[in-house]
Nanobody, 127 residues
Framework: QVQLVESGGGLVQTGDSMRLSCAAS????????MGWFRQAPGKEREFVAA????????YYADSVKGRFTISRDSAKTTIFLQMSALKPEDTAVYYC????????????????????WGQGTQITVSS
């Protein structure tokens, strides 16, 4: 069972930057996808960003494109989410996720495509 441990999060002001980290206990395959989702109160969990472990291709939700950057540390099976120009609408619990194997592009944005989840970390952006 892969375990994902997130770090980072907290209270920031509009326009601030923050970085989240997610360390995986192991990597089940080289073609996995790791990603970040978020869930605001009363809303469904939504896709934020993802990265393919093999090749490092990245994908973003339109709402964060140009402001957030997902990256990986191959040696440590760790991913990061660098967030800048934060807005109040970015307020949510952010979850790290990982697949057990490779998934197609069309499946990247769906939580059901991911097999492992972190515990979540709260980010609150004050106006």
């Amino acid at each position: 069972q892969v375990q994902l441990v997130e770090s980072g999060g907290g209270l920031v002001q509009t326009g601030d930057s923050m970085r989240l980290s997610c360390a995986a206990s192991e990597r089940s395959a080289n073609n996995i996808v790791m990603g970040w989702f978020r869930q605001a109160p009363g809303k469904e969990r939504e896709f934020v960003a993802a990265i393919r472990w093999s090749g490092g291709h990245t994908y973003y939700a339109d709402s964060v494109k140009g402001r957030f950057t997902i990256s990986r540390d191959s040696a440590k099976t760790t991913i990061f989410l660098q967030m800048s120009a934060l807005k109040p609408e970015d307020t949510a619990v952010y979850y790290c996720s990982s697949t057990r194997w490779g998934i197609p592009l069309t499946a990247l944005r769906f939580p059901s495509s991911y097999h492992y989840w972190g515990q979540g970390t709260q980010i609150t952006v004050s106006s």
